[in-house]
């Protein structure tokens, strides 16, 4: 009877699901673990990052690119608290990720042994599914049932292994359960149905609000827009779902959305939300009626007073409604919104042509739009380059990923190694703030070590501008954002990658051409207007008075005032 370790036994079920790469570091309570991952090397490539929490990030973003399961890996004690932020981020933006965490030997457990910490209970929050294994028998079975309910429940997963478990040897059909999941196919009740389309045909200025829920859907939700004759507003996350030039399409909402999605709010007498679970409820309208069509039932009226729930898949469900619906609206409103996007588009573009220096971000953010290919991949860090990019940047058919939910700091470069290994033969791009570059920098040299051509654009300003902002429209002086920056360019040079330096508008086409045929991990390191503030679509009273006081302090605080940007 064939016998294997139980590691062994892993890593060839880790291949049956599809495995082929895992980010993480090696360390004291996973040297078992990664003698397996040895044996299997040409099968499943081990990624080693420098910093767990770029591991758990890169997992998260190549899950969210991909749709398959990220995963990482981390020993116990301090690997294991540092990649949380990265599954946090998984969880809350529904990215199915695996953690295989090590644990110290099952007979030291329990003595406060050096780096034992209470790993159950540290991932009892993050995860959809965690369990510590306590045999060998025991480790297939449970393999299986953690992937099956990441999948299912698109979120985390977390084995907790003590690192002599994986040594004991294990019959190669101990426990074994199938390693595949099943999906099911989720339509609304008839009943709501007809509630639906009873609202749908009375609808005179319909507007659909689209999240990332509907991007296997995007057909079917541009011909059922044209039927409603209804502008279509994306969620961030839901962001290249349609493209951004479609003449039905508003762009975002919120602060870092777009004037006519706003105003088209603000006059709607019908919303329909659709796979999404928008936040800011503020920019919803106060007295539409509502319909929410979401695969999850627990997402439908979670935070906004709906009128209608459809638990369905987006797509079966909107060529549902595409036959049945018989609105017929004059498609003034739609008119009306086009002509309100059009002047809104216009102003973006002299933005985007301004020459002055230092650089205008919205400058980068055009030239980046003439140099990335149809296909391309854009990793999308936080802060004010998320205002910029949502703005800014056309999607056609690229992949758009971002810390949406979580919105942490330093998810672009994890991001963009995740893509790169997802989808090697296209171009990739992290464009990041200097803030958010600087708590992840360490990792370009994880690119340089496995050769990931990738693009990095930083949009330097030595401010953590957004917070800079926040803190000016709450009338409170600045404090606390100024930052010390490294040079940027020289940093990818030391690191064997390439860095480029610009400080003039002129510069940018050609150096993002060359950092693009260099193919080599390349930094371009872009000296950009720090005044440049990422004004709200629509500037509300309180803002411009909370401005008001902070310049008052600014003058008896330091002597000096500055034009306000609102």
């Not at 050096?114 to 993050?126: G, I, S, T, Y």
């Not at 997402?299 to 209608?308: E, F, L, M, N, P």
């Not at 010390?484 to 030391?494: S, V």
Request: proline share 5%; net charge negative; hydrophobic share 45%.
């Amino acid at each position: 009877m064939f016998r294997a370790s139980a590691g062994d036994y892993m890593m060839d079920l880790l291949i049956e699901w599809g495995v082929d790469h895992i980010y993480g570091m090696p360390g004291d309570s996973i040297n078992t673990l990664i003698e397996s991952i040895r044996k299997v090397k040409d099968q499943i490539n081990f990624i080693q990052v420098r910093h767990e929490e770029a591991g758990a990030l890169a997992a998260a973003a190549y899950a969210k690119l991909t749709g398959k399961l990220g995963v990482c890996m981390g020993i116990a004690g301090p690997g294991a608290i540092h990649l949380l932020n990265g599954l946090y981020d998984a969880k809350l933006d529904k990215a199915p990720v695996l953690a295989i965490v090590g644990q110290v030997e099952t007979d030291l457990m329990g003595t406060d042994f050096f780096q034992e910490v209470d790993l159950a209970n540290l991932f009892k929050d993050v995860a959809v599914y965690s369990q510590m294994v306590m045999s060998a028998e025991q480790l297939p079975a449970v393999l299986n049932q953690a992937i099956r309910t990441a999948y299912d429940k698109k979120g985390v997963s977390v084995l907790i292994i003590p690192d002599d478990i994986p040594r004991f040897e294990v019959e190669r059909h101990a426990r074994l359960t199938s390693s595949f999941y099943v999906q099911s196919n989720i339509l609304p009740q008839e009943k709501d149905v007809k509630k639906a389309i009873e609202i749908l045909n009375e609808a005179k200025r319909p507007v659909i609000l689209a999240g990332k829920g509907a991007r296997g859907a995007s057909q079917s939700l541009l011909t059922f827009a044209e039927k409603m004759k209804a502008p279509i507003i994306l969620s961030l996350p839901g962001k290249g779902v349609i493209p951004d030039e479609h003449p039905f399409c508003l762009g975002g909402l919120g602060l870092i959305g777009t004037k006519p999605a706003t105003l088209a709010m603000e006059e709607a007498d019908t919303l329909i939300m659709i796979g999404t679970s928008f936040p800011f409820t503020g920019y919803l309208p106060k007295n539409a009626k509502t319909i929410q069509l979401d695969n999850d039932p627990s997402q439908i009226g979670k935070r906004y007073a709906v009128d209608v729930g459809l638990a369905g898949d987006s797509y079966q469900t909107l060529q549902n409604l595409i036959t049945l619906v018989e609105n017929h609206n004059d498609g003034s409103f739609l008119n009306k919104c086009q002509a309100n996007l059009n002047e809104w588009r216009q102003k973006l573009h002299e933005q985007e042509q301004d020459d002055s220096i230092p650089i205008k971000p919205q400058r980068v953010i055009n030239a980046l739009q003439k140099v990335a290919e149809d296909d391309a991949i854009l990793s999308v860090d936080v802060g004010n380059v998320t205002v910029w990019m949502a703005r800014h940047f056309n999607m056609t058919n690229q992949k758009f990923v971002i810390s949406s939910w979580l919105a942490t700091l330093g998810c672009g470069l994890p991001g963009a190694i995740a893509g790169k290994v997802a989808y090697p033969d296209k171009q990739v791009f992290a464009i990041c703030g200097d803030g958010g570059f600087q708590m992840m920098m360490n990792d370009f040299v994880t690119a340089v070590k496995y050769d990931l051509p990738l693009v990095v654009i930083v949009l330097n300003n030595h401010k953590i501008a957004m917070i800079k902002f926040e803190q000016e429209v709450m009338g409170n002086a600045e404090f606390g954002t100024d930052l010390h920056n490294p040079d940027f360019a020289r940093y990818a040079d030391i690191c064997g990658g390439i860095g480029y330096h610009v400080e003039h508008p002129e510069e940018l086409l050609p150096v993002l051409n060359k950092a693009i045929s260099a193919k080599k991990p390349c930094i371009v390191d872009v000296i950009v207007d720090a005044s440049e503030a990422p004004l709200p679509a629509k500037v509300t009273f309180g803002q411009a008075k909370g401005y008001a006081r902070h310049m008052l302090k600014e003058l008896f605080q330091e002597g000096t005032i500055h034009k306000p940007p609102l």
